[in-house]
């Protein structure tokens, strides 16, 4: 099955950025839905980006459009997250997640995901 390791999260102050990157293995990136997910204990899990398979067009949670940029390298087979302009509110445990090859579910509904990585912690300080 498809494995998936988040890497690049960490501690920074608001205003900052990081770069969130997804190692995929077992199947390739560009034949799925990808997307990034992300929770805080006692929450939801909560949307934030999606990038179709068959378009790479990529979809956003209002909250963070024009602040992250999702995007896939399919020679690298990673996914990655570029989050800029920081804010508290950003804070959460950040994980990604693929659906089932040449398959779109609804794209921000964490259920229609089959694969999910263990999540890299983001830290936003006021």
């Known amino acids: 099955q498809v494995q998936l390791v988040e890497s690049g999260g960490g501690l920074v102050q608001a205003g900052g950025s990081l770069k969130l990157s997804c190692a995929a293995s077992g199947g390739a990136v560009s034949s799925r839905t990808m997307a990034w997910f992300r929770q805080n204990p006692g929450k939801e899990r909560e949307f934030v980006a999606a990038?179709?398979?068959?378009?790479?067009?990529?979809l956003y949670r209002d909250s963070v459009e024009g602040r992250f940029t999702i995007s896939r390298d399919n020679a690298k087979n990673t996914l990655t997250l570029q989050l800029k302009g920081l804010i508290p509110e950003d804070t959460a445990v950040y994980y990604c997640?693929?659906?089932?090859?040449?398959?779109?579910?609804?794209?921000?509904?964490?259920?229609?995901?089959?694969?999910w990585g263990q999540g890299t912690q983001v830290t936003v300080s006021s």
């Open positions: 990038i179709l398979f068959e378009t790479g067009s990529p």
């Open positions: 997640a693929a659906q089932p090859i040449f398959h779109m579910g609804t794209y921000y509904d964490p259920a229609t995901y089959d694969f």
